[in-house]
């Protein structure tokens, strides 16, 4: 079992940066990735790195903007996120174990999320 708490969300302007967190419970020695869920829409996939870090993967509506890593050593995944959109704005999950692709939501284990929002 394994346990993922996000962290880093909050309030930013356009044009502004976070970094989000997921601290997970143990060693995930798998691929993990970052989705979001805006209000009335379904989760989508934002970025995926694999168990080594060697491997990324972006949506294109972040690629050149949003830069995923992890820290193996201390079991925690990152999300560096510059020159925030308004279109940016939803909750965050970070996720481990992909039962299939790492683009689709079918992972194992999810965190609880946490709030982007990105005033214009």
């Known amino acids: 079992q394994v346990q993922l708490v996000e962290s880093g969300g909050g309030l930013v302007q356009a044009g502004g940066s976070l970094r989000l967190s997921c601290a997970a419970s143990?060693?995930?020695?798998?691929?993990m990735g970052w989705f979001r869920q805006a209000p009335g829409k379904e989760r989508e996939f934002v970025a995926a790195?694999?168990?080594?870090?060697?491997?990324?993967y972006y949506a294109d509506s972040v690629k050149g903007r949003f830069t995923i890593s992890r820290a193996n050593a201390k079991n925690t995944l990152y999300l560096q996120m510059n020159n925030l959109k308004a279109e940016d704005t939803a909750v965050y999950y970070c996720?481990?174990?992909?039962?299939?692709?790492?683009?689709?939501?079918?992972?194992?284990?999810w965190g609880q999320g946490t709030q982007v929002t990105v005033s214009s």
């Open positions: 996720a481990s174990n992909p039962r299939g692709t790492y683009y689709s939501t079918a992972y194992n284990y």
């Open positions: 143990g060693r995930t020695f798998s691929v």
């Open positions: 790195i694999s168990w080594n870090g060697l491997s990324t």
